[in-house]
T-cell receptor, first 111, second 114 residues
Framework: GESVGLHLPTLSVQEGDNSIINCAYS??????FIWYKQESGKGPQFIID?????DKRQGQRVTVLLNKTVKHLSLQIAATQPGDSAVYFC??????????FGAGTRLAVHP | GAGVSQTPSNKVTEKGKYVELRCDPI?????LYWYRQSLGQGPEFLIY????????DSGLPNDRFFAVRPEGSVSTLKIQRTERGDSAVYLC????????????FGQGTRLTVV
């Protein structure tokens, strides 16, 4: 079927390399951020979150960095695997915990 | 089921027709959200239910769009007089709405208006 991320910027990496995906947000009052992974034909899947009182949080093979000064988030994926190929979105939590998504980045992992 | 279920997976309709999209949230999740995702973009918020009531419908684009959740579980998104610009993937998400809990998304309904 059609790809969700047809017109998105693409990051191409070799299998085994580290990947860094960046995201800028606009609301300086935002206090909770989440990274989602979306594979073609599927809904977004939670990867990792971070609160504004932190500047770094680590999960399994993933790290999120938050720079509140410049309103910037990044997602680092260690030892990228073919299964990591997807579109990645950052999101802020707004009122009523609704999610405000960024534009997304397609990650393409090559063997 | 274990996850959020949306039906149908795909819906093709003619311009001007009425459509209903269904969302079955995870059992026990009181919060339910509808989002719309156009090609190449991130999901955009439409409406939020807490229990049976729509607590925030600020994302609905116009009065052709309406959603209900009469028993606080299943929700239906209704679109009247569909237009070609309504073509998108409609995503539903549910959460337990406790501090720090994540929202779980369904696979979406791809709506195509021809």
């Amino acid at each position: 079927g059609e790809s969700v991320g047809l017109h998105l910027p693409t990051l191409s990496v070799q299998e085994g390399d580290n990947s860094i995906i960046n995201c800028a947000y606009s609301n300086s009052a935002s206090d909770y951020f989440i990274w989602y992974k979306q594979e073609s034909g599927k809904g977004p899947q939670f990867i990792i979150d971070i609160r504004s009182n932190m500047d770094k949080r680590q999960g399994q093979r993933v790290t999120v960095l938050l720079n509140k000064t410049v309103k910037h988030l990044s997602l680092q994926i260690a030892a990228t695997q073919p299964g990591d190929s997807a579109v990645y979105f950052c999101a802020e939590k707004g009122g009523y915990n609704k999610l405000i998504f960024g534009a997304g980045t397609r990650l393409a992992v090559h063997p | 089921g274990a996850g959020v279920s949306q039906t149908p997976s795909n819906k093709v309709t003619e311009k001007g027709k009425y459509v209903e999209l269904r969302c079955d949230p995870i059992s026990g999740h009181t919060a339910l959200y509808w989002y719309r995702q156009s090609l190449g973009q991130g999901p955009e918020f439409l409406i939020y239910f807490q229990g049976t009531g729509a607590a925030d419908d600020s994302g609905l684009p116009n009065d052709r769009f309406f959603a209900v959740r009469p028993e606080g579980s299943v929700s239906t998104l209704k679109i009247q007089r569909t237009e070609r610009g309504d073509s998108a993937v409609y995503l539903c998400a549910s959460s337990a709405q406790r501090e720090g809990t994540e929202a779980f998304f369904g696979q979406g309904t791809r709506l195509t208006v021809v």
